[in-house]
């Protein structure tokens, strides 16, 4: 019993504090399911989704400029569909016209055959 109790104990004396004006300047982004940018969806500021390219060309051709008021307050990424297996990449400026912080690109270099 005196082992478990001096180990709670060490767990507690271990935590480090940290000042409210530090832990005030901390960011939280949660990953949520995009249910679509309307006028009846309400995100919370921290709410972060990520979306396909085939995903986000509805939206965009649904309305460029709900996406682009989302953008305003609302961390957004983008991934390139699944069917390029050709590594093949889209036009990342289009969706960065959106508004979309972080679009991702296929990346590859030729390598050497050993």
């Not at 979306?51 to 609302?74: C, F, Y």
Request: aromatic share 8%; glycine share 6%.
């Amino acid at each position: 019993m005196t082992e478990s109790l001096s180990q709670s104990e060490s767990r507690t004396v271990s935590k480090d504090k940290i000042s409210l004006a530090v832990a005030s300047l901390l960011v939280y982004t949660v990953g949520v399911k995009c249910r679509g940018i309307n006028k009846k969806e309400h995100y919370a500021p921290e709410h972060m989704f990520s979306l396909s390219e085939k995903t986000a060309n509805k939206v965009i051709k649904q309305g460029m400029m709900d996406l682009i008021k989302h953008n305003r307050t609302h961390l957004v990424r983008l991934y390139p569909k699944g069917l390029r297996v050709n590594s093949s990449n889209y036009l990342p400026h289009r969706y960065w016209a959106a508004g979309a912080q972080l679009v991702a690109i296929n990346w590859q270099t030729f390598g050497t055959i050993s």
